[in-house]
C-alpha cells in the first residue's frame, strides 16, 4: 500500500515538474537510507546524471515562467513528465519488496505504465489550463501558476517519500486547488464582455 502511495505521489508531481522528483529520489538514495531503489536504478544515483538533471530543472523552472514558452515547453515535456513518471513510480519497487509485495515485484511494468499515466494526465490538465491562464491573465498568470506547479511538485515528492499515508491527502487538495482555479478562470471568461 504504501508503496503505491508513493509511485502515485512521485509520479503526479513528475506530470508537474519532471526533474524534481527525479533529483530528489536520486539524491536521497545516494546520501541518505530513506529511498532504496532497485538494482536497474543505480543511474540514479550518478553524480553525472544528478548534474544533467539539476541543469535541466533551473532551464524547465526558467522557461515555464515565461508566456508562450511555457508552451513550447510543455509540448516538448510531454514526452519527459510521462517518462520521468514511470521512472519514479517504478523507482518504489524496493518499497514494494519491504512491503513483501510479490506480485508487484513480480511484474515491474505495472510501475511504469501507471507512472506513464498518472504524469501523463496531470501533464495533460497542466498543458490544458496553461493557455487558459496565460490568456485570461495576459501572461502575469503564468510565473504565478508556474511557481505554484513546482511547489507543489516539490511538496508531493517530499511527501511520497517521508509520509506516503498523507499522498491522498495532498492529491485531494491539489485536486480542490485546480478545481478552484479553472472556476474562476470560467467566471472570468463568461463575465468578460463579447468583443
Do not use: C
Not at 506530470?15 to 529511498?35: H, M, R
Not at 514558452?69 to 514511470?86: E, L
Not at 485570461?136 to 510565473?143: E, H, I, R, S, Y
Not at 504565478?144 to 499522498?167: M, R
Request: charged letters at 10%; hydrophobic letters at 60%.
Amino acid at each position: 500500500m504504501l508503496a503505491a502511495l508513493t509511485g502515485v505521489g512521485l509520479s503526479t508531481a513528475a506530470g508537474l515538474n519532471a526533474y524534481i522528483p527525479l533529483l530528489i529520489v536520486g539524491l536521497l538514495a545516494n546520501l541518505t537510507d530513506a529511498v532504496r531503489l532497485p538494482p536497474g536504478y543505480a543511474w540514479l544515483t550518478n553524480w553525472g546524471v544528478l548534474a544533467v538533471i539539476a541543469v535541466l530543472l533551473a532551464a524547465e523552472i526558467v522557461l515555464d515562467k515565461i508566456p508562450a514558452v511555457d508552451h513550447v515547453n510543455d509540448m516538448i515535456q510531454t514526452a519527459v513528465r510521462p517518462a520521468a513518471g514511470g521512472v519514479v513510480f517504478s523507482g518504489t519497487e524496493a518499497a514494494a519488496s519491504l512491503e513483501n509485495s510479490s506480485w508487484v515485484t513480480g511484474h515491474p511494468w505495472v510501475g511504469w505504465v501507471l507512472g506513464i499515466a498518472i504524469a501523463l494526465a496531470v501533464h495533460a490538465m497542466k498543458s490544458a489550463a496553461r493557455p487558459v491562464v496565460n490568456a485570461t491573465t495576459v501572461g502575469v498568470g503564468a510565473p504565478v501558476v508556474s511557481t505554484a506547479e513546482d511547489a507543489g511538485s516539490l511538496g508531493l515528492t517530499l511527501i511520497a517519500i517521508f509520509i506516503p499515508v498523507l499522498v491522498l491527502v495532498a492529491l485531494a487538495v491539489l485536486a480542490l486547488v485546480a478545481w478552484r482555479l479553472l472556476r474562476r478562470v470560467r467566471r472570468r471568461r463568461t463575465a468578460r464582455p463579447p468583443a
